[in-house]
């Protein structure tokens, strides 16, 4: 359990966090506000969110387990399975959101192929939200489980409150600027782990001598780069084709928690900017949680659950005060990752669903009142689905599972959209359905179809194949739009090509 | 004052905001030096709190001159 000054840095965290949240009350007027920040926040504060908000599940929790039970191939996913998509989200993709004055990746997509390519965009991405907040209300629950020894649904009762209430009141303004704080505080607190962590165990060539010395099934920790054979989840082929050519392009251009940041800058300049700095800082994100869950290896070599191998390392090796700080960064992180998910899916279900199809033209204030709402709407949905990410070995996994049901279908259409100006509106929705279809049938019957454990890498890669070869196989038989329409949606297409 | 005046105004007013919850971790950082038994746990905390408070007590004042520039420019 926690010392008494870590309880008081905690509740503080908390506590402050919740009216730094409220603070940003003051810049709400209307839905653009709420949405997208009223088109004015700098690169760097959108860039630290980026980079929080991914890191805030997926790394710190999840990627110190898989680094505990697999070793040091789990960070790929920051390096080869960020920067080089980020850097292509920076220089092609978000430019023609920003200028489109978009708000959602479906709206790009309903503009590029039709409404119903927009709406089974948009419902395909609220339903993995809310699906995913489950699972990151179960992370939460774990860490407080843990450190301050709550029980599980008492702590997620608390998360849902404090990031529903600040994103509630403050919009996606409140959540990048509370980012920008847990991101300082992440760094800080994470490079004096990886220092201590370092000192404790007397080097890294200790480290790696001792990891070695458990025995044969450590024999790969320390490959980056893992046979086509091995039975982890992260393959070199899945590395490459799922990874980098699918998931990790599709996450970082067609997932709408990351690029709805972009939209919020004060220009086309910042918002290429904000990538570009993300991408920085990403690659510092292996350094903070590989080692700790490496070193975890050493100091609690019989953790069942991976996922307890970095707070375990938090309560062992850091000083009182910077335990309860770093364990509310830590938890801050997570609570990052939430607050994006509410806000994005109150986007997409407000500007994709409610204002087509329910209610058009109505005043700005009402849609205003729809987003907030939906948020509510969704920290019920998220408390109530907590308990499914228990079946999984890892929240990583669980949350990459969730992912590969989509994202390569819909990063396939998003690619042939930008890039092919002869891509139908009939091919993008057989490729996206299609290609869903497909995905479900290869995560249903994995076990018959894949010898690997977990092969999300895999089902993300082929799905993308199969909606790419539909969308281009039924665009050949259908009508193409003009140049006129597609301008300012395609690669290098302009009215005057029309002429 | 103009919308580029007023959006520089926000920013510095958020930047202050963040600035005066970091500086408020890092004193409480440096005060848990106190509750730390080991040498090396008290320097750890020491040097991370220094660099808490560095980073907080930056943004207020560079949130202030920002304030006070918009002002002065605005008077004049």
């Known amino acids: 359990m926690l010392a008494g000054i870590d309880y008081f840095v905690v509740i503080a965290y908390l506590i402050g966090i919740l009216l730094l949240g409220y603070y940003f009350k003051r810049f709400v007027d209307t839905s653009e506000d709420y949405f997208l920040g009223g088109r004015s926040l700098p690169f760097w504060a959108i860039g630290m969110s980026i980079v929080v908000s991914d890191i805030g599940a997926l790394d710190f929790v999840g990627v110190s387990g898989q680094a505990y039970r697999y070793g040091i191939s789990v960070g790929n996913f920051d390096w080869i399975g960020s920067v080089p998509a980020m850097l292509l989200a920076a220089f092609i993709f978000i430019p023609y959101f920003w200028k489109g004055g978009m708000y959602t990746i479906p709206e790009y997509l309903g503009r590029r192929y039709n409404k119903y390519v927009r709406t089974a965009a948009s419902v395909t991405w609220i339903v993995f939200f809310a699906v995913d907040l489950g699972v990151l209300f179960w992370a939460s629950a774990v860490l407080l489980n843990v450190l301050m020894g709550w029980p599980i649904w008492l702590s997620i009762f608390v998360t849902a409150a404090v990031v529903g209430l600040y994103t509630y009141f403050g919009g996606i303004t409140a959540v990048v600027m509370t980012d920008v704080v847990q991101l300082i505080i992440m760094f800080v607190g994470g490079f004096t782990l990886v220092f201590l962590s370092f000192y404790y165990i007397g080097g890294w060539d200790a480290l790696v001598e001792k990891i070695y010395a458990l025995g044969p099934e450590y024999a790969r920790h320390f490959d980056l780069i893992q046979p086509s054979t091995s039975n982890t989840p992260f393959p070199w082929t899945g590395i490459l084709f799922g990874l980098t050519f699918v998931m990790a392009n599709a996450y970082m251009i067609g997932n709408q928690a990351i690029v709805q940041r972009c939209l919020t800058a004060k220009n086309e300049w910042h918002a290429k900017a904000s990538m570009i700095f993300a991408s920085g800082l990403k690659m510092l994100i292996p350094l903070l949680v590989l080692f700790p869950g490496l070193v975890a290896i050493i100091l609690f070599p019989d953790l069942k659950d991976g996922d307890q191998a970095l707070p375990m390392m938090i309560k062992k090796i850091l000083p009182p005060g910077l335990i309860g700080l770093m364990f509310s960064a830590f938890f801050a992180g997570l609570m990052s990752s939430v607050d994006s998910m509410l806000n994005s899916t109150a986007t997409l279900f407000t500007k994709d669903i409610y204002q087509p199809f329910i209610k058009k033209n109505a005043e700005d204030k009402h849609y205003l009142l729809v987003g907030k709402l939906t948020t509510l709407a969704l920290l019920v949905i998220g408390v109530a689905t907590a308990p499914i990410s228990s079946l999984y070995p890892g929240i990583y996994v669980a949350i990459q599972t969730f992912l590969s049901f989509f994202q390569g279908p819909l990063f396939a259409i998003l690619l042939l959209g930008i890039f092919w100006k002869r891509a139908t509106q009939w091919g993008g929705l057989s490729g996206l359905v299609i290609g869903i279809a497909f995905a479900f049938y290869l995560n249903l019957f994995s076990e018959s179809i894949f010898t690997i454990e977990d092969p999300f890498l895999y089902v993300s890669w082929w799905s993308f194949v199969l909606a790419f070869i539909v969308t281009i196989v039924v665009t050949f038989f259908t009508e193409p739009y003009s140049a006129e329409k597609l301008d300012g949606l395609v690669y290098k297409v302009h009215k005057a090509d029309s002429k | ?76």
């Open chain 2, 1 to 76: 004052m103009t919308k580029e005046d007023k959006a520089k105004e926000k920013s510095a007013q958020i930047n202050n905001a963040l600035g005066v919850f970091i500086l408020f971790f890092g004193i409480v950082i440096l005060i848990a030096t106190t509750h730390t038994n080991t040498y090396i746990g008290e320097m750890t905390n020491l040097v991370a709190g220094l660099i808490l408070c560095a980073i907080g007590a930056g943004m207020i004042i560079k949130s202030w001159m920002t304030i006070k520039k918009l002002k002065t420019s605005n008077q004049d």
